[in-house]
């Protein structure tokens, strides 16, 4: 099983909306591993790791984002893989 690993940085209204809660609820219900934290610039950031269909379809979930929230962009940036264990909220 191959395993792929993204770090994305999510822009918009994405602070006060439940984005990291939401995340850790969908990456949790993949089985996806990584973690997600608010940035001082008001975007999100996060780090994926998973199958690579786990991956893109939580990708897929951050161009949308939740429902109270508005998503203007959605960076990109594969990374190695780290063996996380677990999804946290930083």
């Known amino acids: 099983m191959s395993t792929r690993r993204v770090h994305v940085v999510v822009s918009g209204r994405v602070q006060g909306v439940f984005f ?3 995340c850790a609820s ?3 219900a993949r089985g996806i591993v990584g973690w997600v934290r608010n940035r001082p610039d008001g975007a999100v950031e996060a780090a994926f790791e998973g199958t690579p269909e786990q991956v893109e379809a939580l990708v897929e979930w951050c161009r949308r984002g939740p429902p109270h929230g508005r998503v203007d962009g959605v960076e990109i940036r594969e990374e190695p893989p780290v063996g996380d264990r677990a999804f946290a909220v930083r």
Request: cysteine-free.
């Open 20 to 22: 990291r809660a939401t």
């Open 26 to 28: 969908e990456a949790r």
